[in-house]
């Protein structure tokens, strides 16, 4: 089955990496004739590896086989956004793994995706900005990554600029200020000529994809499938969920008091989950549970007046508290946010008909002091403290 799986990956980039394969891989020499005692030991096929990475590849960690909850179930399933040639295995995630933490992957060896997407604040940063590789800002906060999985296409990025969790992965390698390689610097070919002179990656790529060939298409469909593996169901809303989710029931289980939150996080649960006309603010209606991720239809939430462009948020299983929010990172409190949803939603041509009233205007919900309380207080119980030291996730390369 496994076989077949890295068979399927392979088949898309052959022809693209045809030539490499050949540069690569030369004939195999014709084996001496060796006396027959003693059979000299096999080299371990993960020597050179070992030199570099913590990491076995021939016994990598689990990726593909994971367990999810209940309430995981094949309705939620069905909004992954894996595509049939990138299901996750093992060695190909553990092979995300080790691009995603590999500052040689900047042009100057100094910046990583893991040096902005940190796991301990959610795969996001604690910093407003980030800094690319020579130090200079870029002009958007970092995204959280956790439950990447459950984005429809065509939404990755604060702007849903890119096409798909693979179209992602290799633009901030080639992005002028996060990794550098773009077209002054050679673009992604002279990143894949560095690359083939890394004396891990052929040897990690043949594992993967059965030939020792480095391309673009095979970076993207690693780093994706290692991303996609990033799925947050530590939280304590979780484990309470996990207890109240009844697939028997129209809303599953969604309104009932969850009985591990205190009465408090719970009224803060029913503000988030119910509608408006129910009672709530109707936040679950674009920051969908279980996953949190944003509803594929939803619009931007009203940062500023007149704002045109169409905002995505990533899941709120990635907030960690004090981490910067929104696009600009402009908060830094889920007060500042619950303050933000409860007086100050601008109108604009982008903003989503959920935050307006019947008749277009900005919807003011003008909530009593404990409501604000309460909703901050069940924001705080879907924070992550498990995919935060998973060491699945963590830098894998040596000192
Ligand atoms: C210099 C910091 C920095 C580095 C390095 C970096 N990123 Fe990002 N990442 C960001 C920022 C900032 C954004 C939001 C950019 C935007 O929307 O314009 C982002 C957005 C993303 C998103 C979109 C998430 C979503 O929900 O739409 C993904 C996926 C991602 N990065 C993966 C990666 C990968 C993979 C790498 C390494 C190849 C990487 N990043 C390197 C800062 C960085
Ligand atoms: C119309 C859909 C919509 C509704 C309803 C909505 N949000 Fe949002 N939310 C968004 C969008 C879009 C963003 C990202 C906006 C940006 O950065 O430009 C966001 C961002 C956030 C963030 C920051 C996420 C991050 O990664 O930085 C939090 C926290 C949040 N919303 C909480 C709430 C709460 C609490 C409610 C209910 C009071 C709510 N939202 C209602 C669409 C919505």
């Known amino acids: 089955m496994k076989t077949l799986l890295i068979r399927l990956l392979i088949a898309p980039t052959a022809a693209l990496a045809g030539h490499l394969a050949l540069a690569a891989n030369p004939p195999p020499p014709k084996p001496k004739p060796r006396p027959p005692v003693p059979a000299p030991a096999p080299a371990p096929a993960t020597s050179v590896i070992a030199q570099y990475l913590n990491i076995d590849i021939n016994a990598p960690a689990n990726y593909a086989a994971v367990t999810l909850p209940a309430f995981y179930d094949p309705q939620?399933?069905?909004?992954?956004?894996?595509?049939?040639?990138?299901?996750?295995t093992d060695k190909g995630a553990t092979l995300g793994r080790v691009l995603?933490?590999?500052?040689?992957?900047?042009?100057?060896?100094?910046?990583?995706?893991?040096?902005?997407?940190?796991?301990?604040?959610?795969?996001?940063?604690?910093?407003?900005?980030?800094?690319?590789?020579?130090?200079?800002?870029?002009?958007?906060h970092t995204m959280g990554l956790a439950n990447i999985a459950f984005y429809r296409d065509g939404s990755m990025f604060w702007d849903k600029r890119a096409a798909s969790v693979e179209a992602q992965a290799t633009q901030p390698i080639k992005n002028s200020i996060e990794m550098g390689f773009d077209a002054s610097n050679g673009g992604i070919n002279a990143l894949l000529v560095k690359m083939q002179a890394l004396p891990y990656y052929p040897e990690l790529f043949r594992a993967v994809y059965g030939d020792p060939a480095i391309t673009e298409a095979r970076i993207q469909l690693a780093l994706a499938q290692f991303e996609r593996s990033m799925i947050s169901v530590g939280s304590r809303w979780d484990q309470g969920y996990a207890r109240t989710y009844n697939a028997a029931l129209a809303d599953k289980g969604l309104s009932l008091d969850v009985p591990t939150l205190s009465a408090q996080e719970n009224l803060g649960r029913r503000l988030f989950m119910n509608g408006v006309n129910n009672g709530g603010q109707g936040c679950a209606a674009c920051h969908q549970p279980p996953s949190f991720a944003l509803a594929p239809n939803s619009r931007s939430n009203g940062l500023d007046a007149g704002e045109t462009r169409v905002f995505k948020s990533a899941s709120l299983k990635s907030l960690s508290p004090g981490q910067p929010m929104m696009h600009d990172g402009r908060f830094?409190?889920?007060?500042?946010?619950?303050?933000?949803?409860?007086?100050?939603?601008?109108?604009?041509?982008?903003?989503?008909?959920?935050?307006?009233?019947?008749?277009?205007?900005?919807?003011?919900?003008?909530?009593?002091?404990?409501?604000?309380?309460?909703?901050?207080?069940?924001?705080k119980t879907l924070d992550d403290p498990t995919l935060r030291t998973d060491a699945r996730f963590g830098n894998p390369f040596k000192p």
């Open 332 to 379: 830094t409190t889920f007060e500042q946010v619950v303050d933000f949803y409860n007086l100050n939603v601008k109108n604009g041509p982008a903003l989503d008909n959920r935050l307006k009233t019947r008749d277009g205007n900005v919807r003011v919900p003008n909530m009593a002091a404990t409501d604000k309380a309460a909703l901050v207080a069940f924001l």
């Open 76 to 88: 939620v399933l069905q909004g992954v956004n894996t595509p049939a040639n990138n299901r996750i």
């Open 100 to 140: 995603f933490w590999d500052k040689r992957l900047s042009v100057n060896n100094t910046v990583a995706c893991g040096t902005c997407h940190q796991p301990a604040n959610g795969f996001s940063a604690t910093t407003q900005f980030s800094k690319g590789f020579s130090g200079i800002n870029g002009t958007a």
